[in-house]
């Protein structure tokens, strides 16, 4: 009797110390944030002390991670399509800071009130409910959501841990990686008085100084357990603190100007700390081979010219070369196919008087015998183009400046001799529309489901791209891409549209070889 209650007796010590243990771990690891004072030291002062240099360094290149879900018994819902068996179901979505946050976490979470929130919407028709509830079917079953743009601590989002707060409320893990310090507001308040003590102040410069973290980034939410994560860097293609500090010229502002009257976008200054990155993320996933599957969620540059995104993705896949297992990387590309460098008059005249494209296709034009040859033949290219970033390049007359990116990404060979699927098989797509990418991304009648659009487009012939994509690399007959889907009608349900991007979706299934069984339920949706 005696040794049965020294041994209940150490069990109960036991299991104290291992609760004491537990209760004592942190629920989200990450760096230390910066404080207010902080952020309005590194809003003027050019090069910041070293310790609050090496502070910043720390919170641009450490993710925030949380395992909470799982430590709760959280787990995935493992969707099933008809042939296909269980499936590991990814979202992505650029939430555009999470502005419109609790509408995004009822899109996720409950659909019947989303649903009945979208029928009092008088622009709602029968047909289109019917396509809503199905696309809010589909994003409720993700086990993975890839996020872009994600604020923490930001005015314009209720000062909210947007990633956080979703997490919780949908009981997911996540991976938080902070792409900018948004110090605009600070530095604009700044120019005009001296440096302020922000202590016993309700407000400076409109900001709340006890909530104001002020970050950006991307972020990871899975049902699935998290192994590790780190935060990639990508070389920077523009300085948005020094180059946003600078006197706008007036090409420029005339360029804000007009993407503000014709297309209802407000493109203000944006002095911040940071740069373009990408989240690699492990995720434990039994059912998969080898167990794990790497997500890759990268945000490549706007502000520059396709040239340069090329260079990202070119160092994002050497960066990923090593990874044997399953691979997918989703996020935004901004393959918008435009120069969105800031400019001047200046540049834009050495960008022509440099370019001995547009002198060879200038003559072309001069000599061609058909009226306004260079008008149609920039008609045409623009129709090629529209929608579609892998159509053909025709240097010269028909570029395409984008194509580089994609044809970098389809000969890409991981060292294990894997690859990203690109071939767009029509029985594995999304309404039968095969060719390039087609797997992964659903494609429209005129190249891609565009995934951006503006708030008001010119006639409904510009102003909506493609710019957020999935590439998957399989492992074998398992986690091969199927039904790649743009969920536009869930994103523009509701009286305001939750996002200027739509959530996208791709359907992979954990079970070897259940791909040819579903060869014969082709889904048509």
């Given at each position: 009797?005696i040794?049965?209650l020294?041994?209940?007796?150490a069990?109960?010590?036991?299991l104290?110390?291992t609760?004491i ?11 230390p944030?910066l404080t ?6 590194l809003?003027l002062n050019?090069e910041?002390?070293?310790a ?16 909470e879900a799982?430590?709760s018994?959280?787990?995935p819902?493992k969707p ?10 990814v ?7 999470g502005v419109?946050?609790?509408?995004i976490e ?5 659909t ?11 622009r709602n028709?029968g047909a289109?409910l019917?396509?809503?509830q199905?696309e809010l079917?589909?994003?409720?079953d993700a ?7 994600v604020?923490?601590?930001?005015r314009?989002s ?6 956080r707060t ?7 893990n996540?991976?938080?990686?902070v792409e ?8 604009l308040?700044?120019?005009h008085?001296n ?5 016993g102040?309700?407000?400076t410069f409109?900001l709340d100084?006890?909530?104001?973290l002020g970050?950006e980034g991307?972020?990871?939410?899975s049902?699935y357990?998290i192994r590790?994560?780190?935060?990639v860097?990508?070389?920077p ?6 180059g946003?500090?600078q ?11 007009s993407?503000?009257?014709l ?5 203000r ?6 740069q373009?990155?990408a989240l690699?993320?492990d995720?434990e996933t039994?059912?998969?081979?080898g ?9 490549l540059?706007?502000?520059c010219?396709?040239?340069c995104?090329?260079r990202?993705?070119?160092?994002l896949?050497d ?10 990387l ?12 800031p ?6 005249l050495l960008?022509r008087?440099l ?11 001069f000599l061609?015998p058909?009226p306004f040859?260079?008008v149609?033949s920039?008609a ?9 970033p892998t ?8 570029p395409?400046?984008e194509k580089?990116?994609?044809?970098t ?5 991981f060292?294990d001799g894997?690859?990203?699927?690109f071939?767009?098989r029509?029985?594995?797509t999304?309404g039968?529309k095969?060719?390039t990418l087609?797997e992964?991304?659903?494609r ?10 503006f708030?008001r487009t010119f006639l409904h ?14 492992s074998?007959?398992a ?18 549209r939750l996002s200027?991007h739509?959530p996208?979706t791709?359907d992979l299934?954990?079970?070897q070889?259940?791909n040819r ?7 048509v949706?």
């Open positions: 009797m040794t049965y020294r041994a209940s007796a069990l109960l010590v036991i104290a110390c609760s243990g537990r209760a004592e771990e942190p629920a989200v690891t990450g760096p944030k207010f004072e902080e952020l309005l030291r809003a050019e910041p002390p070293p609050l240099a090496d502070k910043l360094h720390r919170l641009l290149n450490e993710p925030f991670i949380s395992n799982a430590s018994g959280a787990g819902l099933a399509e008809r042939g296909l068996g269980p499936l590991l179901r979202a992505e979505w650029n939430i555009a800071r419109h946050e609790p509408e009822m899109s996720l979470s409950r019947e009130e989303f649903l009945e929130t979208a029928r009092r919407n008088r028709n289109k019917v396509h809503i199905k079917e589909i994003l409720r086990d993975v959501i890839i996020l872009n743009e604020d923490m601590g930001m314009r209720g000062y909210r841990d947007v990633v979703l997490a919780e409320a949908l009981h997911f996540y991976v938080y990686g900018f310090v948004e110090l605009n507001r600070l530095y308040g700044q120019k008085m440096f302020p003590a922000s202590q102040n309700p407000e409109g100084p006890k909530r104001y970050l991307n972020a990871v939410l049902r357990p590790g994560a780190r935060i860097p990508l070389p293609c523009y300085d948005w603190f020094y946003e500090m006197q706008l010229s007036d090409l420029e502002s005339a360029r804000r100007w993407a503000e009257k297309f209802a976008e407000r493109i200054r944006q002095v911040r700390r940071g373009r990155m690699l993320v995720l039994p059912d998969a081979p167990g794990q599957v790497t997500i890759v969620a990268p945000h540059e706007d502000y010219r396709p040239r995104r090329q990202q993705m070119s160092y896949l960066g990923v070369k090593g990874i044997a297992n399953p691979v997918i989703g996020g935004d590309l901004n393959t918008n196919n435009h120069d969105g460098t400019t001047s008059v200046r540049r834009e960008k008087i370019n001995y494209h547009f002198w060879i296709r200038e003559s072309i034009y061609a058909v040859a260079g149609i920039t045409v290219n623009f129709v090629k183009n529209y929608h579609d159509a053909l390049n025709m240097r010269i007359l028909t395409n400046h580089r990116l994609f044809q990404s389809r000969n890409f060979r060292a894997g690859a990203f699927e071939r767009g029509k029985r594995r999304t039968h095969g060719r087609a992964t991304n659903q429209a009648w005129k190249g891609f489901a565009p995934t951006f659009v708030r012939l510009v102003g909506s791209y493609k710019l957020d994509w999935f590439f998957v690399k399989p074998g007959q986690l091969t891409p199927y039904y790649g889907r743009t969920l536009r009608n869930l994103n523009s349900a509701l009286e305001e200027d739509a996208i791709v299934p954990l079970v070889g259940a069984a579903a060869e014969k339920y082709p889904a949706r």
